[in-house]
C-alpha cells in the first residue's frame, strides 16, 4: 500500500510507503513526548522554585516573631525575677524581726525569779497577743490611708495600743455573752469605751456595764471622769480595764464604785457582775409582781376551770384504782393455774426419775433438786 502526500516545497505528489510512514509517525510522537516532558519538568521546577521561596518567607516571618516573643518573655522574667528578690527581702526582714523579738522574749523569761515564773508567762503571751493586734491595726490603718498611719506612726502608738485593747476587750465581751448587745462608743465622744446591755435568753434588759480601757500610766484622775461617765450613759457598773495597775491593787478592787482590773481578770469579773446583775433584775421584777400574782392564783382557785381539772384528777386516779384491782385479780388467777402445773411437772418429774433408779439403780446420775436434806 502506498501513501502519497504532497510536496511543501516544490507542490509535487510523493507517493510513501506505510511502514516509512508508521516510523515518522512514531519519531513525530517521541519528539511531542520529549518535549510535554521537558515542559512538565521545567513547570515542576519552577513550582518547587515558587513554594521554597514560599516556605523561606514565612520562616523568616515566624523566626523573626518568635524572637520578638522570647524578647518579650525575657523582659518579663526579669520583672517577675527582680518582684521576687523584693519579696525574698520583705519576708527575710520579717523573720530577722521574728527572730529578734524570740531572743527578746527568751532573755526576759531568763531573766525572771522561779516562783513568778508562770505569771509572767501569762503576761508576755497577753502583751504579744496584744502586740499582734496592734500590728493588724497598724497594717489595716495603712492601707486605708498611708499618710495618716506614717503621721500616727510619727506621733507614737500610744492612742493606738489604746485602739487596740479595746478591740480586743470587745471581741472577747461578744464571744463569751452572746446575748448580750455590746456596742462600743465611737472615737470622739465623752463617754469611755465599750456598753454593754445586759440581756438574758428572753432579751430582757437586767442592767447596762460601762467599759473604760488604758494602756498609760496609772493616774487617780480616770476614776471620777468614769463614775461621770457612767452617769451620762445610765450605766449599771461601771469597769476600768487597766494595764499598770496601781501598787496596792493586785487583781481587781472596787475604787470609789468603780471597778479597776487588768485584762486578765476582766472576763472572769465580768461574769461575776453579768450574774449579779441578773439576780438583782430577777428580785427585782419578783418583787413587783408578788401581789398580782398572790390575786390570780387566788381567783384561778376559786374557778370552775381549777374545780373541773381537780375532779379530772380525782376521777382518774378512781379509774387508775379500778384497773389496778382488775389486773391484780387477774394476775393472781394466772399465777395460782401456773403454781398447779408446776407442782404437776415437778411430781411427775420425781415419778419418772423413781421409775428410772428403780431400773437403772446406782447407773443413774443423782439429782440434787430430787434429794433429802438426809442425802436419800
Same mark, same amino acid.
Given at each position: ?33 520529549? &518535549?510535554?516532558? %521537558? #515542559? ?5 521546577? /519552577?513550582?518547587? $522554585? @515558587?513554594?521554597?521561596?514560599? +516556605? ?14 522570647? &524578647?518579650?518573655? %525575657? #523582659? ?5 525575677? /527582680?518582684?521576687? $528578690? @523584693?519579696?525574698?527581702?520583705? +519576708? ?285
Amino acid at each position: 500500500m502506498t501513501t502519497k502526500f504532497k510536496c511543501p516545497h516544490c507542490g509535487e505528489q510523493i507517493e510513501v510507503s506505510e511502514a516509512l510512514t508508521h516510523q515518522i509517525e512514531e519519531q513525530v510522537l517521541e519528539s511531542l513526548k520529549d &518535549d510535554h516532558k %521537558r #515542559q512538565l519538568q521545567d513547570a515542576i521546577k /519552577n513550582a518547587e $522554585e @515558587n513554594a521554597l521561596k514560599k +516556605i523561606n518567607e514565612k520562616y523568616l516571618h515566624d523566626l523573626n516573631n518568635a524572637k520578638k516573643e522570647a &524578647d518579650e518573655e %525575657r #523582659q518579663r522574667s526579669n520583672k517577675l525575677l /527582680n518582684q521576687l $528578690e @523584693n519579696l525574698n527581702d520583705e +519576708i527575710r526582714k520579717l523573720r530577722r524581726k521574728d527572730e529578734e523579738r524570740d531572743l527578746e522574749m527568751k532573755r526576759k523569761l531568763a531573766s525572771e525569779e522561779e516562783e513568778i515564773r508562770e505569771d509572767a508567762a501569762k503576761i508576755e503571751r497577753e502583751k504579744a497577743s496584744l502586740d499582734i493586734a496592734e500590728m493588724k491595726k497598724k497594717l489595716e490603718d495603712t492601707q486605708k490611708a498611708l499618710s495618716d498611719a506614717q503621721s500616727k506612726a510619727k506621733q507614737g502608738s500610744q492612742q493606738l495600743q489604746g485602739e487596740v485593747l479595746e478591740l480586743d476587750l470587745e471581741e472577747k465581751l461578744k464571744n463569751s455573752f452572746v446575748y448580750d448587745e455590746i456596742n462600743p462608743i465611737g472615737k470622739g465622744v465623752q463617754g469611755a469605751d465599750i456598753l454593754q446591755i445586759v440581756r438574758n435568753q428572753t432579751g430582757k434588759v437586767a442592767g447596762v456595764i460601762l467599759w473604760e480601757t488604758k494602756r498609760a500610766k496609772w493616774t487617780t484622775s480616770w476614776i471620777p471622769k468614769l463614775k461621770e461617765d457612767g452617769r451620762k450613759n445610765d450605766a449599771t457598773m461601771t469597769v476600768l480595764v487597766c494595764e499598770n495597775l496601781p501598787n496596792d491593787i493586785e487583781h481587781f478592787k472596787v475604787m470609789n464604785g468603780v471597778v479597776v482590773t487588768s485584762l486578765s481578770y476582766c472576763l472572769s469579773l465580768a461574769a461575776i457582775l453579768r450574774r449579779n446583775l441578773m439576780l438583782i433584775a430577777q428580785a427585782k421584777s419578783t418583787s413587783v409582781n408578788k401581789d398580782e400574782k398572790l390575786e390570780l392564783l387566788y381567783e384561778y382557785i376559786q374557778s370552775d376551770a381549777f374545780r373541773h381539772r381537780f375532779e379530772a384528777f380525782a376521777d382518774g386516779i378512781v379509774a387508775m384504782e379500778g384497773d389496778l384491782l382488775t389486773e391484780r385479780r387477774s394476775m393472781e388467777r394466772i399465777w395460782k393455774k401456773r403454781e398447779t402445773q408446776i407442782k404437776r411437772i415437778q411430781l411427775n418429774t420425781s415419778r419418772m426419775f423413781g421409775e428410772l433408779q428403780g431400773v437403772m439403780g446406782n447407773a443413774l446420775p443423782d439429782i440434787k433438786t430430787l434429794k433429802l436434806e438426809s442425802g436419800e
